[in-house]
């Protein structure tokens, strides 16, 4: 039989679909979903992604607020930045575009991040609640894989799940959510002595370690199931899609796989931060 290939676009315009009536719903309650971006410097790259994400707000319907701050900017004026929007009952979710400049403290940055507004799933705070299940928001990435494995009914339980990456934003939180999701899960990294052994024990296989075609076909179990994060210049998928395809039973294509799905999370995130901060206003005002 043929891989089934996990077909990102698709997958996004689901999420997109329900959140089309969700947004409706809220707005009849007089509550427009509004996503503010934050970003600090001249990255072209960054400024691209911030509007795609902008412009996708709107073909739903949402709004979205863009903050742009100067290259020369200290932690100290970003911080008071994201407390005047953790402040703006309007704003519903934060997206502080990374990377920041090198001499302001991201780490701080984003730990400001109000819990509740945190729709990126960066905070330290987040961390600890979504590997904790408390209801936080993941990181998109992360979030837009477990759509895909959830959208196609691919098993997890029981499964060996190989992460390849182990950064914040991606190879630890996946890592942590597939590990609630009850897979048995090995994580990877640039000091893993014979990764294509580890590899080849895999049910499944998430790739996010930022080199083109760096997972190899011959690497893998024979019907694997291989997701690939990778973004790289060009369209580059962090997996040999030419090599592992035949060997996988299920496989995310670049581009088309996890990307398109990742920027859907983020709208999903914000529409539900505006559907939970509605909800807790109602309950204040029924108390007082
Ligand atoms: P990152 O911060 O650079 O982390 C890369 C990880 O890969 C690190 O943990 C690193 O290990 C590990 N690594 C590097 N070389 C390795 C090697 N030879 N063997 C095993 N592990 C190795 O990257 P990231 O931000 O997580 O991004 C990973 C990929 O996902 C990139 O292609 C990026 O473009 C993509 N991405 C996609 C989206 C999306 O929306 N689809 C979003 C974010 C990122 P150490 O920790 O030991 O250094």
């Keep these: 039989m043929n891989p089934l290939i996990l077909d990102g676009r698709k997958v996004a315009q689901s999420v997109k679909d329900e959140l089309m009536a969700q947004i409706c719903e809220l707005k009849g309650k007089g509550v427009t979903p509004k996503l503010a971006t934050i970003l600090v410097g001249n990255d072209e790259a960054s400024k691209t992604y911030v509007q795609m994400k902008a412009n996708t707000c709107h073909k739903l319907g949402m709004e979205s607020e863009r903050v742009f701050l100067p290259e020369e900017t200290t932690t100290d004026e970003l911080l008071d930045v994201i407390q005047r929007l953790n402040s703006d009952h309007q704003v519903h979710g934060i997206l502080l575009q990374h990377p920041v ?3 302001i403290d991201e780490r701080k940055a984003f730990d ?11 905070t330290s705070h987040g961390f600890g609640a979504t590997t904790f299940q408390l209801g936080a928001y993941p990181c998109c990435t992360p979030a837009a894989i477990l759509q895909v494995i959830d959208y196609y009914n691919l098993e997890l339980e029981g499964k060996h799940a190989v992460i390849i990456g182990r950064s914040p934003i991606l190879g630890k ?8 999701r009850n897979a048995t899960v090995t994580i990877c990294h ?9 590899v080849k024990q ?3 296989v998430v790739a996010a370690v930022g080199r083109p075609k760096f997972v190899k076909g011959e690497w893998l179990k024979e019907g694997s199931i291989v997701l690939d994060a990778g973004y790289n210049p060009g369209n580059i998928g962090d997996a040999d899609y030419e090599s592992c395809y035949p060997k996988s039973s ?7 796989g996890i990307g398109p799905v990742t920027i859907s999370m983020l709208l999903k995130h914000t529409v539900e931060a505006a559907q939970r901060q509605l909800n807790t206003t109602k309950t204040h005002s029924n108390v007082s």
């Design 250 to 256: 299920a496989i995310t294509p670049v581009p088309g």
């Design 202 to 204: 895999a049910d499944v």
């Design 190 to 198: 640039s000091r893993t002595e014979n990764l294509d052994q580890i």
């Design 101 to 103: 400049p090198s001499h």
């Design 173 to 180: 939180p996946v890592s942590m959510m597939l590990l609630n």
């Design 112 to 122: 400001e991040i109000a819990l509740e507004k945190d729709v990126d799933g960066v």
